[in-house]
């Protein structure tokens, strides 16, 4: 059996909350991410007859029977993950009853997975009904989105559109657009149901005045996707005060969107 700290996912996991949280983003014990492994991936590693206890999820994910994540711990600080892995992430396995999580490895503490489970694992049956290929769920605080959701309508439509229009690599990026969510209380059934719904246009759903939920098919996609969202926010909040003498109009964000062959939200552009 290998060591597991030596296996590229919980690699990644390191590698990513260390970045994420110098970027500023996930202060305390904010954000968390899951992160959709291979079966076979993980038996190089682990034992997975070998269940450590059971967890409940409290919902059901009839539809992730049997799927192993690599998950971040609930309380647990992005700082401290790349120190520490074994105590600040865990893999899991949705047991045949789909309400329960077996742990295989990690949470050594006593810990479980983040509080946001529900929207994490709605959003991945959510997204890979559209995209096998779908892996990665990452939730966290970027400062100028959160900053954005004060003072912008939240609204889908609006919300991208003027996204779009602050850089033009966005459109290009996601040309699906991002959902909006109003402030709810996060952590539980409802958001969940509330994000995974967004999830089935969107890979990218804002929360109002909490953060942002990615989904992708790997680390770097999920990230960057946040990335070039909270580069156009911190582009917003630099200039929102600001007279506008330029702008990417809407021919050319549909320009951009055709010379690249996207498919992109037609209909959030205000073209006739
Ligand atoms: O895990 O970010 O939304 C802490 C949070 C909750
Ligand atoms: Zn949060």
Redesign the pocket.
């Known amino acids: 059996m290998k060591d597991i700290l030596t296996a590229p996912f919980v690699q990644e996991m390191m590698k990513t909350t260390a970045n994420m949280y110098r970027l500023g983003w996930d202060e305390r ?4 991410i899951s992160y959709m492994l291979e079966t076979e991936e993980v038996a190089e590693y682990l034992d997975l007859d070998n269940v450590i206890r059971t967890i409940p999820t409290g919902f059901d994910a009839t539809d992730l029977i049997g799927k192993i994540f690599i998950v ?1 711990g ?1 309380g647990k600080y992005f700082k401290n993950v790349e120190f520490d892995p074994e105590t600040n992430l865990g893999i899991i396995r949705i047991a045949k009853d789909g309400t329960t999580a077996e742990l295989l490895w990690g949470y050594k503490d006593g810990g479980r997975f ?3 489970l529900p929207a994490h694992l709605m959003s991945h049956m959510t997204r890979l009904k559209k995209d096998p290929n779908h892996r990665v769920v990452m ?1 966290t ?1 970027p400062t100028a989105t959160l900053a954005m959701t004060h003072i912008h309508e939240l609204d889908d439509k609006k919300f991208t559109h003027t996204i779009w229009e602050m850089c033009t690599e966005c459109i290009v990026v996601f040309p699906d657009g991002i959902g909006v969510l109003p402030w709810m209380v ?2 539980n059934n409802e958001i969940g149901i509330a994000t995974a719904k967004k999830m089935e246009e969107y890979r990218l759903v804002v929360w109002g005045l ?2 942002i939920y990615g989904a992708g098919k790997d680390m770097d996609e999920t990230f960057g996707l946040i990335e070039t969202v909270e580069k156009a926010a911190q582009l917003y909040m630099s200039i929102a005060h600001l007279p506008h003498l330029n702008t990417i109009r809407d021919e050319e964000l549909k320009a951009v969107a055709d010379a690249f062959g996207l498919e992109y939200r037609k209909d959030f552009l205000k073209l006739n």
């Open positions: 014990n904010g954000g968390n971040t609930t983040t509080s946001e939730h605080h996060c952590g909490h953060g």
